[in-house]
Nanobody, 120 residues
């Protein structure tokens, strides 16, 4: 069984910073891409950022220049550094990872979500 456990959400003022972490644990043979999505009330879940196993990253236009995704493959952990936060960044942030629990098999996993609220 594989689990993704997120941490680091909370309440922050506009212009502030937060760092999210997501650690994968359990029966893991290999991990492919890892990323962060978010879902604001009344809106669809959207991609925020994704990083490949080799470290290549892509970002949503709305967060480019403000957010940085990174990963520590030795710790099976992905991070999202969020700077210059805006009220429109308020959402539940979900960690996502494509994980191989055994050779030749790949499964898409989600974390439980962590709330990020940007408000004065």
């Amino acid at each position: 069984q594989v689990q993704l456990v997120e941490s680091g959400g909370g309440l922050v003022q506009p212009g502030g910073s937060l760092r999210l972490s997501c650690a994968a644990s359990g029966s893991i043979f290999s991990i492919g891409a890892m990323g962060w999505y978010r879902q604001a009330p009344g809106k669809q879940r959207e991609l925020v950022a994704v990083v490949t196993s080799g470290g290549s990253a892509n970002y949503a236009d709305s967060v480019k220049g403000r957010f940085t995704i990174s990963r520590d493959n030795a710790k099976n952990t992905v991070y999202l550094e969020m700077n210059s936060l805006k009220p429109e960044d308020t959402a539940v942030y979900y960690c996502n990872a494509v994980i191989s629990p055994s050779w030749g098999r790949w499964v898409n996993y989600w974390g439980q979500g962590t709330q990020v609220t940007v408000s004065s």
